[in-house]
């Protein structure tokens, strides 16, 4: 039989879902976007994807026999092993829903689903700023801070599907409330609400809001306060991550997200951090990388999903 | 040919060199001693091991090539792959010695050598409070606060064979210097001298030096000012261990080493700070235990590595 050399992938995000059509070498070959207002709920979701995949190939002159199959990244919490979704963050209506069975029922194609910051990580493990690593620690800077782990080729869930939850390692219990309820969790400190914080008491000029787009754009035209405040946010996510490091001896670390935009103004104080307060074996075996796949990378992870489950790790 | 059933664990301490014959239900059937002073040094320690692992299965009515392998767990940075000892922390003479070749060389049986507070988790995982855990996460407290990751069945050891370190993840990073150079590790926070320093500040009553054993007896005497301080010990622990629940979610997280002996003590305080500040899934799916394999477990888990590579994971 003809080896297989597409696989669609297919990334939901809060506003979109971005579906692509990914070839061997981890391109994405053809893509198409869906609203996910439109498409949220799980019925117009399967019709929605199940069209987009048929889509997709018909546009690369494929028919869905040819692919190996689809991967789904969710932002929520899933039964990777059983392709059912418990529950997803924004997204009403997902209960315990089997989506990986349905989605098989519409397409004869094998389908699998995992968390989308865990697709993003195996994503840059496998094609991006994570190749040959063999302990990777990838983390979403943004108004969360999601992560994922990548151990020995094979993405660590957990328990109960829940691992790599960076944004809330406990970065100082004193410290400011987060979301999750717990106080002074990493998100807390590095994600955008305290970015902005830091801007608002470090007094950089703004006209109308004050986003980290803003305060880049800032920081670039060489405003002292704004460069500073990136610094502090390379120390900042540093010293978390330094605990992290000495946990997991990881040999990467890996930060994506909207943020890492701003990878040049924090990236040095970052690593400084990371060398000053990990241990010295761990600390000298880590490099500390930005995520080369940029918004692709959850498309393309869900794409190297199908490939791990279905024809070895290619 | 014959199953061979049993194996050879050594567990080096500062003090004591514990060696013993395990069965394969993880029981020690044969043990001797030998003090650290004078076996140290890596020659001496080969010889006096060679002849300490002839002795046992002799005495058992075996000869050394009945044994499945020995395995050696010290208290250092190891490369468990090729068997090689970087560097032993308080034994001096250590530094790149190929341990698990030299010993091979002398008893002609595998050898294999890993972190002592590895093994501890690997033995709690195979026989003891950890037995069915997908994902272990295993402490010991004492003067330091070791830690082990045994993930589905085989040990963690990250990119270096320096994971584990719970003990210095960061659990504020304002908080009291470590001795591993960084501020506020949670050995800085709950090992021993963080607990004689809480019962001091609480004004404990003693008589001579105040350490952990005195205050765990004041406080089964029901001294209130020594319950409090358990409590405390117990709420910072929880604190610390949320974070790492967040980050791994765990099946199971098990504490062992000296100060685990007031476990009735901590326990429920622990307990309830993980609750509290763990996430809702991770910190559902969690349970926490005290080690069951007391002084044996790194010569239980020692047998065990033996085992998981010679003979599958039994």
């Known amino acids: 039989m003809k080896k297989r050399k597409w696989a669609v992938g297919v990334d939901v995000g809060g506003t979109n879902i971005k579906c692509g059509l990914v070839d061997a070498q981890g391109r994405v070959v053809r893509s198409l976007v869906l609203p996910t207002k439109r498409f949220g709920r799980p019925a117009a979701f399967v019709e929605g994807i199940g069209r987009a995949v048929q889509q997709l190939a018909a546009s690369a002159g494929l028919s869905v026999a040819h692919l190996s199959g689809i991967g789904i990244g969710v932002p929520g919490l899933v039964d990777a092993r059983r392709g059912v979704v418990h529950i997803l963050t924004n997204v009403p209506g997902w209960h315990e829903v089997p989506l990986a069975h349905r989605l098989r029922a519409r397409l004869h194609r094998p389908v699998f689903v995992d968390n989308d910051v865990n697709l993003v990580a195996l994503g840059e493990w496998r094609w ?187």
Chains 1, 2 share one sequence.
Do not use: K
């Open 128 to 314: 991006g700023a994570g190749r040959g690593a063999t302990s990777l620690v990838c983390l979403t800077l943004g108004t969360g801070v999601g992560g994922g782990l990548v151990f020995h080729g094979a993405l660590y869930r957990g328990a109960s599907g829940a691992a790599g939850e960076i944004g809330h390692t406990v970065l100082d219990p004193e410290g400011p409330r987060c979301a999750c309820g717990a106080r002074g969790c990493l998100e807390a400190h590095v994600g955008t609400a305290a970015i902005v914080r830091m801007a608002r008491q470090a007094g950089v000029a703004h006209r109308g809001r004050l986003t980290p787009e803003w305060l880049a754009w800032m920081a670039r035209r060489g405003d002292r306060r704004a460069r500073a405040v990136w610094r502090q946010l390379g120390r900042r996510l540093g010293r978390g991550l330094a605990g992290i490091v000495n946990l997991l001896n990881p040999d990467r670390v890996v930060i994506g997200g909207g943020v890492a935009n701003a990878w040049a103004l924090f990236a040095p104080s970052l690593r400084r951090a990371i060398r000053a307060d990990a241990m010295e074996i761990p600390g000298r075996a880590v490099r500390v990388f930005r995520a080369q796949l940029g918004d692709q990378a959850g498309v393309i992870g869900a794409a190297v999903l199908v490939w791990n489950a279905t024809g070895g790790r290619r």
